[in-house]
């Protein structure tokens, strides 16, 4: 469809923008023969083509099959537009085109003549170049066709880019003309595409439907609205092949079609019930519509199993799946059996049936526990139709969201939601709406809107049980997205709770290791709190941990079909990940996390996920795509945007987007980032004092957390607030201790780096290099480019011969503290920020650039990109 994305097709439409960008610029035209079989996305391409064509005139036609023997009847067709331009042309073109397209009397047609008038006729708008898009070209006319190809062989000269879709295996073998062979999609663009189009399928049948489609898109799309009732054409060869077959073998290839399991045997079964031979199906192998296998029965084209299963009347399509269904209950009992015979009844049932739905309610029961909720949801949607009970009803739509939100759908399950609350009032069904829509309002809406309808929502109902659960559900939607006034009231509202809400509850009081033990010793089974589980390890500082806790619950998620925890839990990895150092490995996960939230519809991930990718991007010096990041981050990445900023020596800057971002440090990794940041920027601008709070957070969080290396982090701030050189030495000497113990290496290597510097200005120039090396060495292997340069202009100053730098072949001779100046002048810091970073005098920074300057033969700042390599 035009303006939906072509999945899988990326090189095939980058082709053919390369053609009509070409053609645009002046650059001539083209011409690129789009084969492939039917259903494929050809059509689909022409459309793209279509929809990109601005600046340029368009003409589109197509092949008709019942057309296809009388000459010049697609060229008059592609022309009918064009028709009253013919007078414009030289008098024989004119002449010999009006004779083909049957304006003036017949006579004979000069082919030549005819081809030259066609070529002429679409050139002549002049200045602007065609587009030409012609459809089932298997279809065209021989004449027509000859014309078009004689047209598109001249076509580069003229501004004129012609885009030929044509099916394979039907003639035009030796057109000598560029082709582009269309392929099926793989399985994994064929998953997408499925998503897209019909998000509803089940998750137990999508493998199926991508095995049986093959990779043709149109096939995909047509099985999984076969499925779900809803009938769609197919291409008309393909019904006239199952229409021309004897009555028994259509109807046997409607068993096969409806069939999901795969065995020939239930096929016969099913056949022999309805009073069909399987010898019947000898009609359709003969025909070449199906080949026979003793284990298998296969289509010969996918497009052909659609057009198999509605090309028998509906009463014969129930028929078939109550046969299907029998078969399946003599066979036995088991969890699969027991499925597809409820799956059937429900695709033969007419109107209500509330036997079939209360079986098809009990087996999406089945479904969700042992293969997800995806699979469940369309059965629980099914079995609502069937129920003739209003509140019946609701409650099985409701079910069917709470199914589809866990599946990650969320627009199906808002609008099943919907279709709930419109159908019943019940309070344990008004309140399961409520929370699926809290839940979709967390990840697609207004993240802050979800605890709060919820809490609001608690207020409307009088039994305790149902107002509790809501108040619960508020808490965890409110604390997930750093809502602590709305938490806070909502959890003063409960007297008792669940683990969740003890663990959220010692959270809101910032016992971090409390909310811990509480999640981890009880070695929950539910998704959502192991989730939680996994954030507040996080939280706690224990990467190892939460790495290995979230990668088990990606795994258990995927496993189970809770596509909607998958990029939450992706996150926490990937901030795992990255505090470890594995930055190639948290790039991937941020990558996967993105595309699945994406996909899902979840923009609050699609924020978490970028904030986490602008962290990256700041420890590795990427400014441009730290701000870019940060900018669609929803406000989440001022901890990235500090850090950006201290690692490039502008700690003021540091300290301003630092501000917001510290205020909370019990919502996720950030906030604790920010907190460390605030410090360490505080110290650099010289201004402990906005420092003092988050370092008094900052050391109670780290005698909560127990964790090593942020008992470094506190003992290297303590060294540098004090002035006794003795206690900052036992500090920095403390913090070492506690960073050798493990943990995050970025920040031990900055402890080394502020280590070295100490050192250095205390004239401890050995030592201090020892120190620098060890930061450098970190710094490189991480890829944290400004802190590499910092840790070697650092060690140069400290002495240090032969440290790689692309200065080194400087015009002139700078002494090291001249050269930190000037790389530090470069970055657009001002003297006293540069004053702060080197811990000088803004005046000492103004001598060492007015000394600086006439060695390098600048005169200014704005000259010193041109003579100081980056």
């Known amino acids: 469809m035009v303006g939906e994305p072509l999945h899988g097709r990326a090189a095939e439409v980058a082709e053919i923008d390369r053609l009509l960008d070409r053609a645009r610029s002046g650059g001539g035209g083209g011409v690129l023969i789009l084969r492939g079989e039917a259903g494929i996305g050809k059509t689909a391409l022409l459309d793209h083509a279509e929809a990109r064509g601005s600046g340029m005139s368009v003409l589109r036609g197509s092949g008709i099959e019942a057309e296809s023997g009388i000459p010049f009847a697609a060229l008059h067709l592609l022309l009918s537009d064009r028709l009253d331009q013919i007078d414009t042309l030289p008098g024989p073109q004119a002449a010999a085109l009006r004779v083909a397209l049957g ?10 003549l005819i081809g030259l008038a066609l ?11 065609l587009l030409c898009l012609i459809d089932d070209a298997q279809w065209l006319d021989r004449e027509s066709a000859d014309a078009l190809l004689f047209a598109a062989r001249r076509a580069a000269s003229r501004g004129i880019v012609f885009l030929i879709a044509l099916r394979d295996g039907d003639g035009w073998s030796r057109t000598g003309l560029p082709e582009l062979p269309l392929t099926g999609l793989d399985a994994a663009d064929a998953a997408r595409l499925l998503d897209e189009r019909a998000p509803e399928t089940p998750a137990e049948r999508r493998d199926d439907l991508v095995e049986q489609a093959r990779g043709n898109p149109l096939a995909l799309i047509e099985f999984a609205a076969a499925g779900s009732g809803r009938l769609a054409g197919v291409p008309a060869e393909f019904e006239r092949a199952i229409r021309d077959l004897p009555e028994p073998a259509r109807l046997l290839l409607a068993v096969a079609a409806a069939d999901d399991s795969g065995e020939p045997g239930v096929v016969v079964q099913a056949a022999r019930d309805l009073g069909v031979p399987f010898g019947a199906l000898e009609a359709a192998e003969d025909a070449g519509v199906v080949a026979v296998t003793r284990t298998t029965i296969g289509f010969r084209h996918p497009l052909l199993r659609a057009a198999a299963y509605q090309g028998v009347p509906v009463t014969r399509r129930i028929a078939v799946h109550r046969a299907l269904a029998e078969v399946h209950a003599r066979a036995g009992r088991t969890d699969q059996q027991a499925d597809l015979r409820v799956r059937h009844l429900a695709a033969a049932a007419l109107g209500t049936d509330e036997t079939v739905g209360a079986e098809l309610e009990s087996a999406a029961d089945d479904i969700w526990e042992r293969s997800g909720p995806s699979g469940a949801a369309s059965a629980y949607e099914r079995a609502a139709r069937l129920a003739g009970d ?20 969320l627009v199906q399950a808002r609008s099943l939601a919907d279709d709930a609350a419109l159908a019943g009032d019940a309070d344990e069904t008004r309140a399961r709406v409520d929370i699926v829509r809290a839940g979709v309002e967390l990840e697609h809406g207004v993240p802050q809107a979800a605890g709060r309808l919820l809490l609001e929502r608690a207020l409307t109902y009088s039994a305790q049980p149902v107002r509790a659960r809501l108040l619960e559900e508020a808490v965890f939607h409110a604390w997930s997205c750093g809502d602590r006034a709305t938490a806070v009231q909502a959890r003063d509202g409960l007297t008792a709770g669940s683990v969740m809400l003890q663990a959220l509850s010692a959270l809101l009081d910032e016992d971090v290791t409390k909310a811990r033990h509480l999640l981890t010793d009880t070695c929950p089974e ?13 939280l706690a500082g224990d990467d190892a941990a939460a790495a290995e806790m979230s990668a088990h619950l990606v795994a258990r998620c995927r496993r189970r079909g809770l596509l909607g925890l998958v990029p939450r839990a992706l996150a926490v990895q990937a901030w795992s990940r990255l505090f470890l150092g594995e930055h190639d490995e948290a790039r991937a996960l941020t990558r996967e996390a993105l595309e699945i939230a994406e996909r899902t519809g979840q923009r609050r991930q699609v924020a978490v996920v970028k904030s986490i990718q602008a962290r990256q991007a700041a420890i590795e010096g990427d400014e441009v795509g730290c701000r870019a ?22 700690p003021e800057d540091a300290l301003e987007h630092l501000q917001d971002a510290n205020r909370d440090a019990t919502t996720g990794p950030p906030e604790v980032l920010a907190l460390i940041d605030s410090v360490g920027a505080a110290i650099t601008a010289d201004r402990p004092g906005a420092g003092t709070e988050p370092m008094a957070r900052l050391e109670a969080f780290a005698r909560d957390a127990g964790q090593p290396w942020l008992d470094g982090v506190a003992s290297r701030f303590r060294a540098l607030l004090t002035d006794d050189p003795d ?5 920095f000497t403390l913090a070492l201790a506690s960073h050798r113990e493990g943990g995050r290496p970025f920040e031990r290597a ?8 100490w050192l250095r200005r205390s004239r401890r120039r050995a030592q201090a290099r020892a120190r620098l090396r060890a930061a450098l060495d970190i710094f490189e292997r991480l890829g944290a480019a400004p802190w590499a340069e910092r840790a070697r202009s650092e060690l140069r100053a400290a002495g240090q011969g032969g440290v790689r730098t692309g200065g080194d072949d400087l015009p002139g001779q700078l002494t090291a503290q001249e050269m930190q100046v000037v790389r530090l002048a470069m970055t657009g810091a001002t003297n006293r920020q540069i004053a702060a970073r080197l811990r000088l005098s803004h005046r000492t920074v103004a001598y060492h650039l007015y000394k600086a300057f006439p060695k390098l033969g600048v005169a200014s700042r704005a000259e010193l990109h041109r003579h100081v390599p980056a």
């Open 119 to 129: 070529l002429t006729l679409l050139a002549e708008p002049a200045g602007t170049p």
């Open 727 to 731: 206690e900052a030495e036992r500090h």
């Open 629 to 650: 990041l940060s900018a669609s981050a929803d406000g989440r990445a001022g901890d990235a945007l500090g850090l950006l900023a201290l690692g490039l020596g502008r």
């Open 103 to 112: 304006l003036a009397r017949p006579g004979s047609g000069d082919k030549l």
């Open 526 to 538: 539910d998704e959502r709190l192991r989730l939680l589980a996994a954030e507040v390890t996080l």
């Open 390 to 409: 209003p509140e019946v009803r609701a409650r099985r739509l409701a079910a069917a969201a709470e199914a589809e939100l866990a599946a990650g759908r």
């Open 750 to 757: 900055r402890t080394e780096l502020l280590y070295g510097e």
